[in-house]
């Protein structure tokens, strides 16, 4: 059994052990914080982020200015280019997190030295939303305290090994982490070699079914469950496919579409030069059209 003298060690010993490895990203009060996964790279949440250089500042008050070699804007990921110097990359932790695990959270806010705080994780496989409104599945769910500003702080077990990266606060005690899976290790990998994923690019805007539904009824055409196109880019892939506002999506690659993430989640596994057939209700008429998706880094629309 668990006592309060264990868990005061283990929280000793973990400053001590990652506590140096430990940053703040931003300037002043900082944005976020960040954990040094190798020599030289930082890993943190994307949307700590503003431009390609930010300031990093360590445990022991140095301040470095670093630059972004990689970004997942929609997994909320991201690795910094920075001198660690003398600053002991995290050990990653070989197993998965359980529901009751005991976790350590690290963070080192502006108003305060190194902060670790204990908790348990409270539920596993939760998705969230990243940035761009995009959703991350398989979050993990704990309950160590964390300050604001300290969302890319590491999660970690009771020998300090990295098992998550903390994103937000959900409220009333409950914080999110991405598990620091194998998975998430070749994406960070990845990150630090500068290769940033590249979304999948329509260029169209749409609404969800709910407004769909509600103005087709108000023109009166039959209900269908599907996305409406509201606005589509000229010269975009869906413009030169035929495309147009006003159309209703009602599947993607032959599957239905009852809301954007089930868009998403299709753009996802398309192979790298595999055109998109949509399935379109203009009007009463149904149609097809291949669009020949591209590939961005950029934020535009679906």
Known sequence: MTTVKDVGQSVAEVAGKVGPSV?????????????????????TNSHNLRGGEVTVTFADGRREVGSVAGVDVDGDL???????????PVAWSEGDLALGDSVLAVTV????GLRVTSGTVSAVGRAF??????????GVEHTAPLARGSSG????????????ISTHRLGDGFYLAVPADAALRERVEALGRGESPRGRYLGIALHPSRVA???????????????LVSGVEPDGPAA??????GDLVV?????????????????RSLGSDDPLTLRIVRGTEEVEVRVPVEATSGEGSA
């Open 23 to 43: 940053v703040r990203i931003g300037r002043g009060s900082g944005r976020g914080a960040g954990v040094v996964v190798a020599a030289g790279a930082v890993l």
């Open 78 to 88: 991201a690795v910094v280019h920075v001198d660690t110097k003398d600053a002991a």
């Open 109 to 112: 806010p502006a108003d305060a």
């Open 129 to 138: 939303r990243g940035p761009r409104g995009r959703l991350v599945p398989g």
């Open 153 to 164: 702080s590491p999660l970690l077990d009771a020998e300090g090994r990295l098992v998550g």
């Open 213 to 227: 539904r509600r103005l087709r009824a108000s023109v009166g055409l039959p209900e269908r469950e599907g996305l």
């Open 240 to 245: 030169r496919a035929g495309v147009r506002g």
């Open 251 to 267: 599947a993607a690659g032959g599957t239905p579409l009852t809301g954007p993430d089930d868009l998403f989640e299709v753009l």
